[in-house]
Antibody, heavy 118, light 111 residues
Framework: QVQLQESGPGLVKPSETLSLMCTVS????????WSWIRQPPGKGLEWIGY???????NYNPSLRSRVTMSVDTSKNQFSLNLTSVTAADTAVYYC????????????WGQGTLVTVPS | QSALTQPPSASGSPGQSVTISCTGT?????????VSWYQQHPGKAPKLLIF???KRASGVPDRFSGSKSGNTASLTVSGLQADDEGDYYC???????????FGGGTKLTVL
């Protein structure tokens, strides 16, 4: 059974880069799409983008200028970089397998809270 | 791309049925049969309930069902149970640039 686990700093300073990793276990990262989704405290979900196992990416237009995703198939990991962060980027960040590009998200990681102080 | 529109709250008594709507446009819900629904309990990650409008995810009870009419998708929870309390989110493929959009979420309360 595929499981995902996010890792990375819980606190990022304003204007710096948020970097998170998602480790996939119980299955291969190959032949799948992998997405990042975030949820500000008390608010709804926002899709950030996906990376395909071959490195192809697609990002939410609202974040495209600041987002980079990559994949390391040898480590069964994929990553998220978000530059020039502000307090508005404070959120729980989830990684998830994306039955895409048109489909649904399953399973999800447990999520990791990243705080950007104002 | 705008978020899909969900009612902020819904409620029902144990054993009753409740339906949560998710309204989009012809560019997302109305244009594709790629609507999914998720349940989220406090402090937990979302859990997939329904995908491709009507298909139940593995292990999801048949009390949960999905449908779509025009630009609006719906999730119906029958035989409400206390554990059904939580937040429910819809999402849809939105076509342009392979974009994905979520609804704002509905808080379901079991009275």
């Amino acid at each position: 059974q595929v499981q995902l686990q996010e890792s990375g700093p819980g606190l990022v300073k304003p204007s710096e880069t948020l970097s998170l990793m998602c480790t996939v276990s119980g299955g291969t990262i190959s032949y799948h799409y992998w997405s990042w989704i975030r949820q500000p405290p008390g608010k709804g979900l926002e899709w950030i983008g996906y990376v395909l196992y071959n490195g192809n990416t697609n990002y939410n237009p609202s974040l495209r200028s600041r987002v980079t995703m990559s994949v390391d198939t040898s480590k069964n990991q994929f990553s998220l970089n978000l530059t020039s962060v502000t307090a508005a980027d404070t959120a729980v960040y989830y990684c998830a397998r994306h039955y895409g590009p048109v489909g649904y998200f399953n399973p999800w990681g447990q999520g990791t809270l990243v705080t950007v102080p104002s | 791309q705008s978020a899909l529109t969900q009612p902020p709250s819904a409620s029902g008594s144990p054993g009753q049925s409740v339906t949560i709507s998710c309204t989009g446009t012809s560019d997302d819900i109305g244009g594709y049969n790629y609507v999914s629904w998720y349940q989220q309990h406090p402090g937990k990650a979302p859990k997939l309930l329904i995908f491709e409008v009507t298909k139940r995810a593995s292990g999801v009870p048949d009390r949960f069902s999905g449908s779509k009419s025009g630009n609006t998708a719906s999730l119906t929870v029958s035989g409400l149970q206390a554990d059904d309390e939580g937040d429910y989110y819809c999402n849809s493929f939105a076509g342009t640039n392979n974009f994905v959009v979520f609804g704002g979420g509905t808080k379901l309360t079991v009275l």
